[in-house]
């Protein structure tokens, strides 16, 4: 089962022929994701590694192929009319790795997207500024899986526990922690570390606890803004599975931006300190550092 | 990025919100002409420094005051001079101050009442907000803190942006009768301001309005988004270099987040995420991280070098964490970049480096066989416990 996508998912990858998503859609076939299209305007015609096939825009890859996810590896400056147009064509799942996306922009596509009129039809975006989704595969190093973005596949091993995050590298060490330790995933989603984003921890919490697949999660979060929160308070009223969460920041000077441009303390509740009481009163387990972020998951989970 | 209160007085005239008159000096002689220039009976004097308590900061020459009100050009000159050059301290500068390199001359405004105004990006509703207090003048978080009842908070819808009634409702609520047309066309102009400009926060505290029933923004606080300067080269022309830390201007000229903390333990880390709980987890086992430095997934083996020089730089440094998850990043880079910097700069610190991820046995053996002084760990807790014990 797993979330969001599986290995017969079709993908479609936006800016597919600038050296950074070429790099990422050659390592994401060599992993056994379903790529079927791609896309970059005025190259229409031509195929990428001489098998998928380059359109001019979204709408007529979709209609062509069928894709129901994109990533979008497209610069900054013309990130939000890619995610748009993803929108625009019908695509459920759009990806966007882009980082560096001004807040203006994501502002403007989050309330489009908001408007879509039958929320059945929205689309749902995952990111900005986020290393994508990984549902791994069960052949050699989860190979066989779906990979959409940037994570390094190898890590993955499939199995049963969830894995959400806004920071790429937090959610590789959980991951190959887990993997270390002989436990697999069933999906990993970065949500990406910006301060407007489109899925939430709790929208990727919500989706975990009604997925069979998936046993346990592991939920990282940072400094800035309330998420971690929202997932947490809602998951003390709903979430039926075991819960470790870590919270990156805890010696982050207030008022000072920490790489991501949503990790920044405004105030007293979006400390580290803030977000793990909360977290630990809705009874998640928290780890106190990043290096047992998987130990603490299985402590709590009873392995 | 932020800018100095006399290019937000540009920004205002730009978009016509109304601010008293005022003019930058970077010399008494400019002072004095500024003053005779705004040829009013009273004025006031600004240091232009990038932090803010000003009013009550002092001079380490002994002088008080970063705001001062005079009332003849050569006065103006007078005090111009004894901020000029000299380092103003104030609660926000911390001991080490900053230096004046430009003061502001303004028009001195009398003062009825004060009101609190900013917009702002809200995260929770991804709208823009604005924010309004009868309590201008006053720490806003105080305020909050203590009689959050006068705290009004309007959303915005951005893509129907701000609407005459919500305006009418914030003058209505701050009891504004006579000036609220006046306060409208500023809000008005500040909002279309915060828009356009791609800022993430403007702050005027106080916005005054005069016994003559004017309004005025009296003091401005902007943040701006960085992602956004691309499209607005005339707002990063106004970056101030000379107000930032030397370390983070070097850091960014070489594409690396950088960002200068108090302890002795340098960190070098990939990722954001990953470089905030490693500064995380060496405070745990008792050390205190000198930086938060992310390399990026990217990084080249130069980036690595230039980062690695960087963290020397800094004289409290005393020993260096490197810690790497090589996802797609190759191990060996990193390796080689670290290898390529110690031996440049003859590395007398205890370096603990933890390598994990794609190609970390090369990387692993490139630091082996480098002949260097170097500690490798395993495990990420294990690197910060050693890094702890051979600094303290």
């Known amino acids: 089962m797993a979330i969001l996508i599986d290995e017969n998912t079709k993908v479609l990858i936006q800016g597919i022929t600038g050296s950074f998503g070429a790099r990422h859609t050659k390592l994401s076939m060599e992993y056994g994701t379903n790529i079927v299209a791609g896309v970059t305007p005025s190259k229409g015609g031509q195929k990428f590694e001489n098998k998928v096939p380059i359109f001019d825009t979204v709408s007529e890859a979709v209609k062509e192929t069928g894709a129901t996810a994109s990533a979008i590896f497209v610069p900054p400056a013309f990130a939000a009319d890619a995610i748009l147009e993803a929108a625009d064509a019908g695509i459920e799942l759009i990806v966007c790795i882009t980082e560096g996306i001004p807040v203006m922009d994501m502002m403007r596509v989050k309330a489009i997207l908001a408007e879509q009129d039958v929320p059945m039809n929205r689309s749902r975006l995952v990111g900005p500024n986020c290393p994508g989704i990984v549902t791994p595969g069960t052949g050699e190093k989860s190979h066989g899986g779906c990979r959409i973005g940037i994570a390094p596949g190898y890590i993955h091993k499939r199995g049963n526990v969830g894995v959400v995050s806004r920071s790429g590298t937090l959610t590789y060490e959980a991951v190959w922690q887990l993997t270390q330790l002989g436990y697999g995933q069933s999906t990993c989603v970065g949500i990406g570390g910006d301060p407007i984003n489109g899925t939430t921890h709790k929208d990727v919490l919500e989706m975990f606890n009604d997925d069979p697949e998936t046993e346990a999660i592991i939920m990282i979060g940072e400094i800035g803004g309330n998420a971690e929160v929202e997932a947490a308070r809602w998951a003390k009223e709903h979430c039926k599975k075991p819960i470790c969460g870590f919270i990156a920041g805890a010696t982050a000077p207030p008022g000072r931006r920490m790489g991501h441009a949503g990790a920044i303390v405004g105030g007293a509740e979006d400390t580290a300190q803030a977000k793990k009481k909360v977290l630990a009163e809705c009874g998640i387990a928290v780890a106190e550092t990043p290096s047992v972020m998987a130990q603490t998951l299985l402590d709590h989970w009873g392995k | ?392």
Not at chain 2, 291 to 303: I, M, P, R, T, W
Request: glycine share 10%.
């Open chain 2, 1 to 392: 990025m932020n800018i100095h209160e006399y290019q937000a007085i540009e920004l205002f005239n730009r978009f016509g919100v109304p601010c008293p008159k005022g003019k930058v000096a970077s010399s008494p002689r400019e002072a004095y002409e500024a003053a005779k220039w705004l040829s009013v009976g009273k004025f006031v004097v600004k240091a232009q420094i990038h932090a803010g308590g000003r009013g009550k900061g002092t001079f380490k020459s002994g002088f008080q005051g970063g705001v001062k009100l005079v009332s003849s050009p050569e006065a103006a000159r007078e005090v111009a001079e004894k901020m000029l050059g000299e380092t103003l301290v104030t609660k926000q500068t911390g001991e080490a101050g900053r230096v004046v390199r430009k003061v502001l001359v303004g028009e001195s405004v009398d003062v009825r009442r004060e009101i609190y105004l900013a917009v702002l990006m809200d995260r929770e509703t991804s709208h823009p907000i604005i924010i309004a207090s009868t309590e201008g003048g006053m720490d806003i978080e105080e305020v909050a803190e203590r009689s959050p009842e006068k705290i009004l908070r309007e959303p915005v819808n951005p893509l129907a942006g701000l609407q005459a009634y919500q305006v009418r409702k914030i003058c209505h609520e701050l009891g504004l009768k006579t000036t609220a047309r006046q306060f409208g066309r500023l809000l008005h102009s500040l909002y279309r301001l915060f828009i356009e400009c791609d800022c993430s926060m403007v702050e005027l505290n106080p916005v005054v309005v005069t016994f003559s029933d004017h309004v005025f923004a009296l003091d401005a606080k902007f943040n701006f988004d960085d992602n956004a300067l691309y499209r607005h080269p005339d707002i990063q022309a106004m970056r101030d270099k000379a107000e930032e830390d030397p370390r983070e201007v070097a850091a960014s000229e070489h594409d690396l987040n950088y960002i200068g903390l108090d302890g002795n333990i340098a960190c070098l880390v990939n990722g954001a995420g990953l470089a905030m709980a490693t500064m995380d987890i060496i405070k745990h086992h008792g050390g205190d991280p000198a930086n938060f430095l992310d390399v990026g997934g990217g990084a080249s083996k130069e980036q690595v070098a230039a980062a690695f020089r960087i963290i020397l730089g800094d004289p409290n440094v005393k020993g260096i964490f490197i810690n790497i998850f090589g996802g797609i990043m190759d191990c060996n880079v990193v390796a080689e970049g670290v290898v390529a910097a110690a031996k440049e700069t003859g590395l007398s610190l205890p370096l603990v480096v933890r390598l994990e991820g794609n190609n970390v046995e090369a990387g692993r053996e490139t630091l082996a066989e480098s002949g260097l002084d170097i500690t490798t760990a395993d495990s990420m807790d294990g690197g910060a416990k050693m890094i702890v014990s051979a600094v303290n």
